[in-house]
C-alpha cells in the first residue's frame, strides 16, 4: 500500500507554485510576464533577448533570479517584491486538500523558489492558512534556489528536517533529485508523469493522494 510508504514520515514538505494549486489556474503564467519585463527593465534589452535570458538561467542555475544575480549581481530583494505582485482574485480555495494536509501527522512545511510573503498569500487565497508548522522562500536558503541541494541544506537545516524522516512534493521533476539523494520519499505533483529513478510516486490530484496516505 502507498500509505505503508510513508510510514515513517514526520515531516511533510511541499513545494508552491502548481502543487498547492492546479497548473489550470495558471497563477504563474502572470509570474513570467512579470519576470521578462523585469529583465527587460533592468538590463535595457527587448523581450526577445529577455526571454532568451530567462530560459539560459533557468536551466543553468534553476532560476531566473539565481542567474540575475550570478551574472548581473542584481538585488533580489526588488526583483522578489516586483515578480510576485500577482492578481489571485481568480484562484479558489480547496477544502478537501485543507483537510488533507490537516490530517497528516507531524511537522508540515512549504518550500518555495519564490518569497515566504507571496506564500503566504496564495495559501490565503488556497484556504490553506494555518495549515503549516513554517514556510520557507528563497531568501532562507540564501537566495540559492531548488535544485541546487545546498538550498535544501540550508532550509532543512533551519527547520531541523530529518530527510530520511521526511517527504517532498514537487511539480518540477528536477527538484525532487537532491531530495531523494538525501534520503526522502518523493512525490512529483503534475498532470503527466516523469519516469526517474529520484522519483518514488506521482500523482495528477494531490488531494486525492494524500487521502490515501491518512
Known sequence: ???????????????????????????????????TAYVMEVLKVDRAEADRLRATYWLQYGTTLAGLMREHAIDPDPYLVAVHDVDMSHMTPDAALADHIRALPGRRIVYTNGSAPYAERVLAARGLSGLFDAIYGVEHAGYRPKPERAAFEEVFTRDGVIPDRAAMFEDDPRNLAAPHEMGM????????PHEADHIHHHTDDLAAFLARLT
Open 1 to 35: 500500500m502507498v500509505r505503508d510508504a510513508f510510514s515513517h514520515v514526520t515531516t511533510w514538505v511541499f513545494d508552491l507554485d502548481n502543487t498547492l494549486y492546479p497548473p489550470h489556474m495558471r497563477l504563474f503564467d502572470q509570474i513570467e510576464v512579470r519576470m
Open 185 to 192: 520519499r518523493t512525490v512529483h505533483v503534475a498532470p503527466d
